[in-house]
């Protein structure tokens, strides 16, 4: 099971839950101390940032591609 890892595209450092982060209209996450890639939208720490937008939860996590449609054939 791989830590979840998000990487600050100024920086590219990765960006700790606890760390104050700006979040841009592209949703790219840099520290709050980095040159922003875009206009900043929102800004917080990087939890709260995930409690706040959903679609981290995909980017953290993401789906499992299981490839279901592989031939099942018997
Ligand atoms: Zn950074």
């Not at 996450?29 to 995930?50: A, F, N, R, V, W």
């Amino acid at each position: 099971m791989s830590e979840m890892l998000l990487r600050c595209p100024s920086c590219q450092k990765e960006v700790n839950l606890s760390e104050e982060v700006n979040l841009d209209i592209l949703n790219t996450i840099t520290h709050k101390s980095c040159e922003p890639q875009s206009s900043i939208k929102d800004s917080g720490t990087l939890e709260e940032m995930i409690d706040k937008y959903p679609f981290f939860e995909s980017i953290l996590h993401p789906l499992a591609d299981e490839p279901l449609e592989e031939e099942q054939s018997k």
